[in-house]
């Protein structure tokens, strides 16, 4: 599958240059990328406002990007990766520049590929950045937060203009962000809101970047969005993480031996697995930043084994870490 799909893309190449070298150049590395232009909408003054344009070398040949520039200082544009092998991605990041402009304002973004061909794509920004509205600071950034722990940050919002002005609502499409709005002033047309933004103890783990939208009472622009980002860290590590067993003969019996190890010392509360195949010897009570588990499994019915491993712990609010184990046992004929 993957070899057709290299073939038809050197074939759309070799299409594209019969043609037109200008347009050829243009469509066979516009095609990489999943869209070329973004609306900011209408943001606030001094916000955090980014977007990634992600693409992916669809072809055979390695890609290197020679450089990305700017047609306006509004839009500052970056690349996480310059060379890329066939299906290897990267982004190319516009970030809007909400301190130093202000109104409506939009750029190109030229992205300049030198292999395998030349070529120049066109990406394409734009936004209202809103005089009236100021947040301090810019975004919503939590850091590194350890997994199963709260935290939050406070952001606030500064309006000149009506004195009637209000925020109505704050809204997200992610179930982990609680958002507390407090009025701190309100005179000669300047208002001014606490916002308290909670990232929930079960969040998962892992890197996120969301947006939180303001929403007023404007009879024009009404939603203003915030950047929310950070990371959730885990407090346990298991290695292996994919526990191998390998072909195995039914009756055969395979140990191994889990590593789980924490950030501060904790005790292991259960181990779980739903095969009655695995059997394990629980470490001891004694809280260790480092636990080794054993682990054996005796090979049951024919067939493929692919078995998550539960490890509950003590730390924070009962953190837990998996794996999964996975092999094969043969048929009684010998026969995977």
């Known amino acids: 599958m993957i070899r057709q799909t290299i073939i038809r893309a050197l074939l759309l190449v070799l299409a594209l240059l019969a043609g037109s070298p200008e347009l050829s150049a243009q469509e066979w590395a516009k095609k ?5 232009s973004h609306d900011f909408g209408s943001v606030a003054r001094g916000a955090k406002a980014e977007f990634s344009f992600e693409f992916e070398n669809l072809y055979e ?35 809007y520049n909400t301190r130093s402009f202000l109104g409506q304002k939009g750029a190109t973004v030229t992205v300049v590929i030198d292999k395998p061909y030349y070529a120049e794509v066109q990406l394409s920004v734009e936004g209202y950045i809103r005089s009236d509205v100021v947040f301090d600071p810019g975004e919503v950034n939590f850091g590194e937060v350890e997994q199963y722990n709260a935290a939050e940050k406070k952001l606030t919002v500064t309006y000149a203009g009506r004195s009637d002005w209000k925020i109505t609502d704050v809204r997200s499409a992610n179930e982990h962000f609680e958002v507390e709005l407090a009025e701190k002033e309100r005179s000669g047309g ?21 947006q939180l939208n303001i929403i007023t009472d404007d009879s024009g622009s009404k939603s203003i969005p915030v950047l929310v980002q950070g990371s959730v860290v885990s407090p346990l590590t298991v290695s292996p993480a994919s526990l191998i067993l390998g072909t195995l003969e039914p009756g055969q019996i395979v140990k191994k031996q889990l590593i789980v190890r924490g950030n501060r010392p904790f005790r292991i509360l259960r181990i779980e697995c739903s095969d009655g195949c695995f059997s394990f010897d629980p470490p001891g009570q004694e809280p260790k930043q480092l636990h080794f588990i054993p682990v054996t499994f005796t090979a049951d019915a024919s067939g493929v084994v692919s078995q998550s491993i539960t490890i509950q712990t003590d730390l924070g609010n009962g953190a837990i870490a998996s794996c999964v184990a996975a092999g094969t046992v043969r048929d009684s004929a010998g026969a995977e």
């Open 32 to 36: 990489m990328f999943k869209t070329t």
């Open 61 to 95: 040949e390695d890609l290197h990007v020679a450089s990305v520039r700017s047609s306006c200082g509004c839009t500052t544009p970056t690349i996480t990766k310059r060379d890329l092998k066939t299906f290897e991605k990267s982004q190319i990041v516009a970030t």
């Open 190 to 210: 300047r208002v001014a809101y606490d916002m308290i933004v909670r990232l929930t103890n079960g969040a998962p783990s892992g890197y996120f970047q969301d």
